[in-house]
């Protein structure tokens, strides 16, 4: 079981471990892994790149050589010139990567017997199938004249399905004898069995080359070739023995030998294989998973991986060789598998509290005869809000702990808005355990210093066979119920149940209702009180619900806010109100759209993007759009929000504080708010007629506003005698049932050509 009750129904981490070992083991031990390691090992090449010792120099048969001397295969004169001028200007070996297994021609064919007969130091090429199978079947040996006085090496290799070698074999057998390869005969190295692997990080550029045709000419500096090594060639690929250099790119055949050579000059490789680095895995993996904190497991896997990444390339340059993604493959699986687990954890816990909240509750398998038990704080939400940042889960604690009392090791699901929720032994007498838990609340509860008086109720739902979201959502019901009644507690009424299904699930139908064009917007007109004109309107989100009919915006629009849900809405409504505004003023009409815009969303980095992004693609000017911030009281010091209202601003976009006169909407608010309007709350405005007090709250707060070069938008005109006192007190823009009730875009339009006409008449 996993902390907090939650099922755990996940592999052990031990078998994880094995598991996760026994399977990469055979991928690497089929060659899965190796494309892989050879793609970093490039990588690492890259980073430390050195040239050749310049002891070797290959003679190129190259494209000039086949254009100045004919061409291939050449008459066996040619390669009796070379061995001749190059044996006179003093090359220590000569080897051939061309193979001579048949007689031609007699004449040349004597010339070139006898240049190997008085150079002394020529080597011929065994060809093999492998580096590992000995050579068999037909011969491949050199012509009986040749190598007759000649060495013999072994030219054998073996390449993968990109045409590259990664190793070389020290020698390679050939009728009971070891013959040396030709990397070994260029470094110096005796015959013996085995392979080893090619340092690619030499550069393959830095090696002397001379043209085959000025070697044959005798066009060459003496000096390049004296007490050299000479590897002789093809490297142009109208002959072919081209083979490709990982890092590099398609190469002559000899350059692999040559690089072989370097490899073994600097000196003896060293291959650990990957079983190593795969142990050193298997015991970081070990280790982390069974850190607790998911930092620390963090720390544990990273530096596994750095030290997998970095090490190899500190090998590499001593030449020693070990494979590292079987390891890498051990470390980012388990790592992967623990964090998805971690997030799915995650899921099912309170962000904050770090309570299981109800999703874990759901995964919880707890018997269907327990008792369910919902505590709700009534006043959860204004106590947050009157608490400094970051104190909510010292809230949290104190109501934990209160309601822990008698049974510290109850399991407490905690969910949105003060909600708490518990199993029970069904056959407890909750009366007495209720009213117990109810009574310690009477006592304020200390949070940052500073008392709070918390309002709790209870609901029961006795042990049934229906859904765990049902029973839950019953005993919900039945503590709002007892809120409602001024009871403490009370039990389940099944005929709640349909409204507290369709209060757990509306955010998620909402969501879908957006989707499904069942949420529409109205326009409620806003009217300019100097000139008598309609100037602009109000976009406000209307849902009709297939089943329920019209859901009231203060019910889903509030709830939205509450749980973080606002953004898809707004974006919704924004889109249509823009497209509707592009569309009255492409008609001539100037025309205004205001929309309603959650505080929450001030913390949104991409929010202003898309509102320029919404305006351009509609081509309505940013003036005419007015963003109406609501809940204010969520501004408060906060820097982030602030910037990004003066993004928007400087963007061209009006700012409206909404409902002024309410909650903590103040001078102060309007000394540090950039907004153009204020928009002072129905409230004041419709008790104006018969309340002196409000009157003048709505005269000083035009007086204040246009004193500060600011707009005033009265909302909640629904009487004449208020529209003549605005028109008095010159307010700017007037809104209410009395100017027009929220219309379709139809509907509005129709308005603005009736009051266009009756202007002009």
Same mark, same amino acid.
């Given at each position: 079981?996993?902390?907090?009750?939650?099922?755990?129904?996940?592999?052990?981490?031990?078998?994880?471990?094995?598991?996760?070992?026994?399977?990469?083991?055979?991928?690497?031990?089929?060659?899965?892994?190796?494309?892989?390691?050879?793609?970093?090992?490039?990588?690492?090449?890259?980073?430390?790149?050195?040239?050749?010792?310049?002891?070797?120099?290959?003679?190129?048969?190259?494209?000039?050589?086949?254009?100045?001397?004919?061409?291939?295969?050449?008459?066996?004169?040619?390669?009796?010139?070379?061995?001749?001028?190059?044996?006179?200007?003093?090359?220590?070996?000569?080897?051939?990567?061309?193979?001579?297994?048949?007689?031609?021609?007699?004449?040349?064919?004597?010339?070139?017997?006898?240049?190997?007969?008085?150079?002394?130091?020529?080597?011929?090429?065994?060809?093999?199938?492998?580096?590992?199978?000995?050579?068999?079947?037909?011969?491949?040996?050199?012509?009986?004249?040749?190598?007759?006085?000649?060495?013999?090496?072994?030219?054998?290799?073996?390449?993968?399905?990109?045409?590259?070698?990664?190793?070389?074999?020290?020698?390679?057998?050939?009728?009971?004898?070891?013959?040396?390869?030709?990397?070994?005969?260029?470094?110096?190295?005796?015959?013996?069995?085995?392979?080893?692997?090619?340092?690619?990080?030499?550069?393959?550029?830095?090696?002397?080359?001379?043209?085959?045709?000025?070697?044959?000419?005798?066009?060459?500096?003496?000096?390049?070739?004296?007490?050299?090594?000479?590897?002789?060639?093809?490297?142009?690929?109208?002959?072919?023995?081209?083979?490709?250099?990982?890092?590099?790119?398609?190469?002559?055949?000899?350059?692999?030998?040559?690089?072989?050579?370097?490899?073994?000059?600097?000196?003896?490789?060293?291959?650990?294989?990957?079983?190593?680095?795969?142990?050193?895995?298997?015991?970081?993996?070990?280790?982390?998973?069974?850190?607790?904190?998911?930092?620390?497991?963090?720390?544990?896997?990273?530096?596994?991986?750095?030290?997998?990444?970095?090490?190899?390339?500190?090998?590499?340059?001593?030449?020693?060789?070990?494979?590292?993604?079987?390891?890498?493959?051990?470390?980012?699986?388990?790592?992967?598998? @623990?964090? $998805?687990?971690?997030?799915?954890?995650?899921? &099912?816990?309170? %962000?904050?509290?770090? +309570?299981?909240? #109800? /999703?874990? *509750?759901?995964?919880?398998?707890?018997?269907?005869?327990?008792?369910?038990?919902?505590?709700?704080?009534?006043?959860?939400?204004?106590?947050?809000?009157?608490?400094?940042?970051?104190?909510?889960?010292?809230?949290?604690?104190?109501?934990?702990?209160?309601?822990?009392?008698?049974?510290?090791?109850?399991?407490?699901?905690?969910?949105?808005?003060?909600?708490?929720?518990?199993?029970?032994?069904?056959?407890?007498?909750?009366?007495?355990?209720?009213?117990?838990?109810?009574?310690?609340?009477?006592?304020?509860?200390?949070?940052?210093?500073?008392?709070?008086?918390?309002?709790?109720?209870?609901?029961?739902?006795?042990?049934?066979?229906?859904?765990?979201?049902?029973?839950?959502?019953?005993?919900?019901?039945?503590?709002?119920?007892?809120?409602?009644?001024? @009871?403490? $507690?009370?039990?389940?009424?099944?005929?709640? &149940?349909?409204? %507290?299904?369709?209060? +757990?699930?509306? #955010? /998620?139908? *909402?969501?879908?209702?957006?989707?499904?064009?069942?949420?529409?917007?109205?326009?409620?007109?806003?009217?300019?009180?100097?000139?008598?004109?309609?100037?602009?309107?109000?976009?406000?989100?209307?849902?009709?619900?297939?089943?329920?009919?019209?859901?009231?915006?203060?019910?889903?629009?509030?709830?939205?806010?509450?749980?973080?849900?606002?953004?898809?809405?707004?974006?919704?409504?924004?889109?249509?109100?823009?497209?509707?505004?592009?569309?009255?003023?492409?008609?001539?009409?100037?025309?205004?759209?205001?929309?309603?815009?959650?505080?929450?969303?001030?913390?949104?980095?991409?929010?202003?993007?898309?509102?320029?992004?919404?305006?351009?693609?509609?081509?309505?000017?940013?003036?005419?759009?007015?963003?109406?911030?609501?809940?204010?009281?969520?501004?408060?010091?906060?820097?982030?929000?602030?910037?990004?209202?003066?993004?928007?601003?400087?963007?061209?976009?009006?700012?409206?504080?909404?409902?002024?006169?309410?909650?903590?909407?103040?001078?102060?608010?309007?000394?540090?708010?950039?907004?153009?309007?204020?928009?002072?709350?129905?409230?004041?405005?419709?008790?104006?007629?018969?309340?002196?007090?409000?009157?003048?709250?709505?005269?000083?707060?035009?007086?204040?506003?246009?004193?500060?070069?600011?707009?005033?938008?009265?909302?909640?005109?629904?009487?004449?005698?208020?529209?003549?006192?605005?028109?008095?007190?010159?307010?700017?823009?007037?809104?209410?049932?009395?100017?027009?009730?929220?219309?379709?875009?139809?509907?509005?339009?129709?308005?603005?050509?009736?009051?266009?006409?009756?202007?002009?008449?």
């Amino acid at each position: 079981m996993l902390k907090h009750g939650i099922r755990n129904k996940e592999m052990p981490t031990v078998r994880l471990l094995m598991w996760t070992a026994l399977v990469i083991a055979f991928l690497t031990a089929i060659g899965l892994t190796e494309p892989l390691d050879q793609f970093l090992r490039t990588s690492r090449n890259h980073l430390h790149p050195h040239a050749a010792s310049g002891d070797i120099v290959l003679v190129s048969i190259d494209d000039q050589s086949l254009a100045s001397l004919g061409r291939w295969p050449w008459p066996r004169r040619q390669h009796a010139r070379l061995v001749d001028n190059l044996s006179a200007a003093g090359a220590k070996k000569i080897l051939f990567d061309i193979t001579f297994e048949s007689a031609s021609n007699p004449v040349d064919d004597a010339l070139l017997a006898k240049a190997i007969e008085q150079s002394k130091r020529v080597t011929l090429a065994l060809r093999g199938p492998s580096t590992t199978d000995p050579i068999g079947g037909r011969s491949y040996e050199p012509f009986a004249a040749f190598k007759r006085h000649a060495q013999l090496g072994s030219i054998a290799v073996t390449y993968n399905f990109q045409n590259s070698v990664w190793n070389l074999p020290y020698a390679t057998s050939w009728k009971g004898a070891q013959v040396p390869s030709y990397s070994a005969i260029l470094s110096g190295q005796p015959p013996k069995n085995g392979e080893y692997p090619i340092d690619y990080s030499i550069n393959p550029q830095t090696v002397p080359a001379i043209s085959a045709s000025a070697v044959v000419q005798s066009k060459f500096d003496p000096r390049v070739f004296a007490g050299k090594s000479v590897i002789i060639g093809p490297t142009s690929e109208v002959i072919g023995d081209q083979y490709y250099l990982p890092g590099v790119g398609k190469m002559g055949g000899a350059y692999i030998h040559i690089l072989g050579a370097e490899t073994l000059k600097a000196g003896k490789p060293i291959v650990l294989g990957w079983v190593p680095a795969f142990l050193l895995a298997l015991g970081v993996a070990a280790f982390g998973a069974f850190r607790q904190r998911q930092i620390q497991r963090n720390l544990v896997f990273a530096a596994g991986v750095s030290v997998l990444l970095a090490a190899p390339l500190l090998l590499d340059a001593r030449l020693i060789f070990v494979d590292v993604v079987p390891a890498l493959a051990m470390i980012v699986n388990i790592w992967g598998v @623990l964090a $998805w687990r971690n997030l799915k954890k995650r899921g &099912l816990v309170n %962000a904050v509290s770090g +309570l299981p909240n #109800l /999703s874990a *509750l759901r995964a919880s398998g707890s018997s269907r005869d327990q008792a369910i038990i919902a505590c709700r704080v009534l006043n959860y939400e204004e106590v947050l809000a009157s608490l400094p940042p970051d104190s909510e889960r010292q809230l949290v604690e104190q109501v934990v702990a209160r309601l822990k009392v008698g049974s510290n090791n109850r399991i407490l699901y905690q969910g949105d808005a003060g909600i708490f929720v518990w199993f029970e032994d069904a056959k407890l007498p909750f009366s007495h355990h209720i009213e117990a838990l109810g009574a310690l609340f009477r006592k304020a509860a200390r949070v940052g210093g500073l008392p709070i008086d918390l309002a709790v109720t209870f609901g029961v739902e006795i042990g049934s066979s229906r859904s765990l979201q049902n029973r839950v959502a019953s005993a919900l019901v039945a503590a709002e119920e007892a809120a409602h009644d001024g @009871l403490k $507690w009370k039990y389940h009424d099944p005929d709640t &149940l349909q409204d %507290a299904s369709w209060k +757990l699930s509306m #955010l /998620s139908e *909402l969501d879908e209702a957006i989707d499904r064009n069942e949420v529409g917007v109205a326009y409620q007109p806003k009217l300019d009180i100097k000139t008598r004109k309609i100037v602009g309107a109000e976009a406000l989100a209307r849902w009709t619900h297939p089943v329920k009919g019209p859901i009231a915006a203060s019910e889903f629009v509030a709830a939205a806010e509450q749980h973080d849900r606002i953004g898809k809405l707004t974006d919704f409504v924004l889109e249509k109100a823009v497209a509707a505004a592009a569309a009255l003023n492409k008609r001539g009409e100037h025309f205004e759209i205001a929309v309603n815009l959650s505080a929450r969303l001030l913390t949104d980095k991409g929010f202003t993007l898309r509102v320029a992004a919404l305006l351009a693609r509609h081509r309505l000017d940013a003036g005419l759009l007015t963003l109406e911030l609501t809940e204010t009281a969520a501004l408060a010091d906060d820097g982030e929000s602030l910037e990004m209202i003066t993004r928007l601003r400087e963007l061209g976009v009006g700012i409206s504080i909404d409902d002024y006169g309410t909650g903590l909407s103040t001078l102060d608010y309007l000394k540090k708010i950039p907004a153009n309007e204020i928009k002072i709350d129905q409230s004041f405005v419709k008790g104006m007629v018969d309340n002196r007090s409000d009157r003048l709250m709505v005269q000083s707060t035009i007086g204040l506003a246009h004193s500060l070069g600011r707009k005033v938008v009265a909302e909640g005109v629904e009487q004449r005698e208020i529209l003549d006192l605005l028109v008095e007190m010159e307010c700017d823009v007037a809104q209410g049932f009395s100017i027009g009730r929220p219309m379709s875009l139809d509907s509005l339009t129709k308005r603005l050509a009736s009051d266009r006409k009756r202007h002009v008449a």
